[in-house]
């Protein structure tokens, strides 16, 4: 395994905790858990965007949900690869 390869594989790994750290938000049942939830997907979200920058690539957690959960896209993004308007 390269060095890029290694640092994709972290950059996967901080995706797959900030999508964990969005659903303990989502869950969070009162104000102290919201503020730490939040804290931690900041911190991951900060990782997931350096190691982007070193791999000079671009993730999309909104887009890695949204494939997760419907396997594909579902053609309602506004002006994306599946908007009628996209060329």
Do not use: W, Y
């Not at 993730?59 to 009628?84: N, R, T, Y």
């Amino acid at each position: 395994m390269d060095i890029f390869e290694r640092i994709r594989f972290a950059r996967d790994e901080a995706l797959k905790a900030e999508r964990t750290e969005r659903q303990r938000l989502a869950e969070a049942d009162n104000a102290d858990l919201q503020r730490a939830a939040s804290v931690r997907l900041a911190t991951r979200q900060a990782v997931r965007e350096a190691l982007d920058d070193v791999l000079d690539e671009k993730s999309d957690p909104e887009a890695e949900l949204d494939g997760d959960a419907a396997g594909a896209s579902d053609g309602d993004d506004v002006g994306g690869q599946d908007s009628p308007t996209a060329q």
